[in-house]
C-alpha cells in the first residue's frame, strides 16, 4: 500500500515539476526579441504551444 501512495505522490511532484518547467521556459521565450525567436525558428505563436 506505502508504494501505492508513494508512487501516486511521486507522479504529482514530477507533473507539477514539468509544469513549471514548461512555465519557465514559456516566461524566458516571451523576454526574447522576435528577431531572436527567429534566429531559434520560433515566433511568439509558438510559445503559446508549449505545453
Known amino acids: 500500500m506505502r508504494t501505492v501512495r ?5 507522479q504529482v511532484i ?3 515539476a514539468n509544469w513549471n518547467d ?6 524566458a521565450l516571451s ?3 522576435d528577431r531572436e525567436l527567429n534566429d531559434i525558428g520560433l ?3 509558438d510559445i503559446a504551444k508549449i505545453r
Open 43 to 45: 515566433s511568439r505563436f
Open 6 to 10: 508513494a508512487g501516486f505522490f511521486q
Open 14 to 16: 514530477d507533473m507539477i
Open 22 to 27: 514548461r512555465r519557465m521556459t514559456r516566461i
Open 31 to 33: 523576454k526574447l526579441t
